[in-house]
C-alpha cells in the first residue's frame, strides 16, 4: 500500500467513525509485524495486486495507465502476492481468525489450493461480485 492509499483509507475510516477500531499501516503486506506478534489479529482484509504481468496491458486505459503498477503487477500468474499473503496471514491471525482475499475472477481455484496447501484454513468459500465473477475468497484459521 502506497503512503497516499494510507493516508486515503486514514481519512476514510475517520469519515465512517471506525478510526478508533482499525489499523492501517503501510509496509511490505505483513512484515510490520514483530516477532512475538502472532496471532494478533482477528481479521485481514487484503485486495492484493492480482493482474498477470503480461495482462496489465491489456486492460481498460482508465486503469492501465492511471492506476500505479505496483497496484496492479501480481507477477507472471498473478499470485505472487497470495503466496506470500497466505503464508504470513497464517502466523498473524488468531485461531479462527478470517482471512477475505480480493482475486482475479479465474484465480479462485488457485488460491483455494494455495488455502488448503498452507493446511492452517478452513470452512474456505469464493464469493462472486455483482456480476457474478467470482472475486472474493473467505477463510478462516484453524482453531486446532
Known amino acids: 500500500m502506497s503512503w497516499e492509499a ?14 478508533s477500531r ?3 499501516v503501510q509496509g511490505d503486506l505483513l512484515a510490520f509485524v ?4 502472532e496471532g494478533t489479529f482477528d ?3 487484503s485486495n492484493p495486486p492480482y493482474i498477470r504481468r503480461a495482462d496489465i496491458e491489456t486492460l481498460q486505459r482508465e486503469i492501465r495507465d492511471f492506476e500505479p503498477r505496483e497496484a496492479l503487477d501480481g507477477g507472471i500468474d498473478g499470485l505472487d502476492f497470495h503466496r506470500k499473503l497466505v503464508h504470513e496471514a ?6 479462527g481468525g478470517w482471512l477475505i482475499l480480493e482475486i482475479g ?12 496447501g498452507s493446511g492452517e484454513f478452513r470452512h474456505m468459500r469464493i464469493a462472486s461480485d455483482y456480476a457474478g465473477k467470482r472475486r472474493a475468497m473467505i477463510a478462516q484459521k ?3
Not at 34 to 37: A, E, T
Not at 105 to 116: G, N, S
Open 90 to 95: 497464517s502466523l498473524c491471525l488468531r485461531k
Open 6 to 19: 494510507a493516508l486515503l483509507a486514514k481519512e476514510n475510516a475517520k469519515a465512517q467513525n471506525v478510526d
Open 43 to 45: 481479521l485481514m482484509v
Open 142 to 144: 484453524s482453531t486446532a
Open 22 to 24: 482499525i489499523c492501517i
Open 34 to 37: 514483530k516477532s512475538g506478534d
Open 105 to 116: 475472477a479465474d484465480q479462485d481455484q488457485q488460491v483455494l489450493h494455495l488455502l488448503e
